[in-house]
């Protein structure tokens, strides 16, 4: 079978669940058991999302293979079940740095480099080149943006001409808009949609589908007039209104007939799709037998975004625990000025200490982490969570005054966290981290080992520092178990406090591995410490 494409576009404005709406339809075709490769076509000139600002952009997600990508890769992997690769993320910047480099090999010798063909080229073989590498059924790639802006035009130019390259029976346009309500009667208003449709057929593409967020149910008529004005059949008009919970959106596009809309428009045969286990974990989101609620200590808190993966795979550790997971976000600037902890996390059953870089904060996040270890309330450091755990350890147990990191002041008196030996000579700061999937050797019998239900494992990676190994016996004579080391035992990779409840660290970031079909441990196990710490108040 030739590779199916499926491009999805954006209109009226960003930020209505493009990236849900395209790992959604993932699943649909991944619930008919074909396989699904995603890819992310990001405009902007950055060459990967790693030098961006978490609060401006979101989190940086990262790849088995080390990329640093849009988090909309998150959604994808979640959704679909799939781990991505480099491969699934084209910017303009890598786009423009591959054809720069050519021109200057001279590969397009005696050419005058273009957008068309030489830009939109380099564009196509990105997303051919990953159908053959993943051996994909189907390719869903969505383009980053609204119809309209300036910095996305090659891209659309490059999906219109892939119609023409691969044939209108193995290529779908869907167009994620907008439907929004005005006046005191609610009025649905079609325009929106109607102009973002135009602009999408100035460049040449006609949508085969439209997905139609709203916030009430469309009327017929409006449907229909959506249909006429738009060129699709009313039954391509596809609501979707608001869910309780982002995991709801696939089940809703299947009642909406999406997936048999896909199926019929690119020849895919007919298969009844599975989606039981799915619905099964969405009945346990809408309606868990516990509440939890677990505080994140963070610096980016005030955008949702900035810790995107972190909140899901919390979200994922209810479900087995047959609980809904309320997450207190918390300013660990706000930490620092002398508040009272007893006060901020009184009401919480577990802490999240998240990864971040540089000294804002800092402070703030110690403090909570020995609130944690001094109460028994369930903890959880993730890579920079790992670091200030150590560095509270070292300070208020083994009684290393003023110890820290070398990220945080240039030469503390005990340096407990300083920098990797191959990052001593790394000066630009884009993909240069330790980055992507590593193994890593757990101690049996160690709570890291029974949460993961065996001793090796492998994790994602993005960091510069490290434990440092002049110290790992002083912490281990204070109580401290290093339950996780590189296979060369040369790298901390895991560290937790036996007797507590359940404190744990790693200097990895398990959050980009959860799935609602397949939670993570670590979250799977805090929770449940969480859970137990709720049951026990209640009795207590
Ligand atoms: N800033 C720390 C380091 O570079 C931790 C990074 C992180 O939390 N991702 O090692």
């Not at 910017?91 to 005696?110: M, N």
């Not at 670091?387 to 083994?398: D, T």
Request: charged share 20%.
């Amino acid at each position: 079978m030739a590779t199916k494409y499926i491009f999805v576009t954006g209109g009226v404005v960003s930020s209505i669940g493009k990236g849900i709406a395209t790992a959604s339809l993932g699943r649909l075709l991944r619930n008919r058991g074909y396989t699904v490769a995603p890819v992310k076509l990001d405009p902007y000139i950055n060459v990967d999302a790693g030098t961006m600002n978490p609060y401006q952009h979101g989190e940086v997600f990262v790849t088995d293979d080390g990329a640093e990508t849009d988090l909309d890769l998150g959604h994808y992997e979640r959704f679909m079940d799939v781990a991505c690769t480099a491969l699934s993320s084209i910017t303009t910047g890598k786009v423009y740095s591959s054809v720069i480099a050519a021109e200057r090999r001279g590969d397009y010798l005696g050419a005058t480099v273009q957008v068309i063909p030489h830009v939109t080229n380099e564009i196509k073989s990105g997303i051919t080149k990953l159908a053959k590498e993943q051996e994909a059924d189907v390719v869903i790639a969505e383009i980053g943006g609204t119809v309209g802006d300036i910095e996305s035009l090659p891209f659309l130019e490059a999906i219109r001409q892939m119609r023409a390259d691969n044939g209108p029976e193995n290529t779908m346009y869907v167009h994620v808009t907008l439907i929004p309500t005005v006046g005191p009667w609610h009025e649905v208003k079609t325009k929106p949609t109607q102009h973002s449709v135009y602009k999408l057929r100035e460049i040449g593409i006609s949508p085969d589908v439209l997905i139609c967020r709203s916030d009430v149910p469309l009327p017929d008529d409006v449907r229909d007039k959506i249909s006429l004005f738009c060129g699709v059949a009313p039954k391509q008009v596809i609501e979707s209104l608001n869910v309780q919970t982002i995991y709801e959106v696939p089940l809703k596009y299947e009642e909406a007939g999406l997936g048999e809309r896909v199926c019929e428009r690119l020849g895919l045969e007919f298969r009844e799709p599975q989606q039981t286990g799915w619905q099964e974990l969405v009945a346990t989101l809408k309606h868990p037998k516990h509440h939890c609620q677990i505080a994140v200590v963070g610096k980016y808190t005030g955008n949702g975004d900035a810790y995107k993966s972190i909140a899901e795979a919390l979200v994922h550790g209810g479900i087995p625990n047959d609980a809904g997971v309320d997450i207190k976000w918390i300013e660990s600037d706000g930490l620092e000025n002398g508040c009272s902890m007893e006060e901020l996390l009184a009401e919480t059953h577990g802490l999240v200490v998240a990864p971040g870089f540089g000294a804002r904060g800092v402070e703030g996040k110690i403090r909570a982490i020995q609130y944690a270890r001094e109460t028994g309330l369930p903890f959880l450091g993730l890579c920079f969570g790992l670091q200030m755990a150590v560095i509270e350890f070292s300070r208020n147990v083994c009684g290393l005054a003023g110890a820290n990191s070398e990220e945080i002041v240039p030469n503390p008196p005990y340096p407990v966290i300083h920098l990797l030996p191959e990052q001593k000579q790394v000066k630009d700061k884009g993909a240069s981290m330790r980055l992507g999937a590593y193994p890593c050797n757990l101690t049996a019998g160690s709570l890291a080992a029974k949460l993961y239900g065996g001793t090796r494992i492998s994790e994602r990676h993005r960091h510069r520092y490290e434990v440092n190994n002049d110290f790992r016996e002083k912490l281990s004579e204070h109580g401290m178990a290093i339950s996780g080391v590189s296979p060369d035992y040369r790298l901390v990779e895991m560290i937790e406090l036996p007797g507590h409840p359940f404190f744990i660290a790693t200097q990895a970031h398990p959050e980009f591995k959860s799935r609602p079909n397949r939670p993570h441990p670590l979250f799977e196990g805090l929770v449940r410490a969480a859970v137990k710490r709720l049951t026990a108040a209640k009795v207590g």
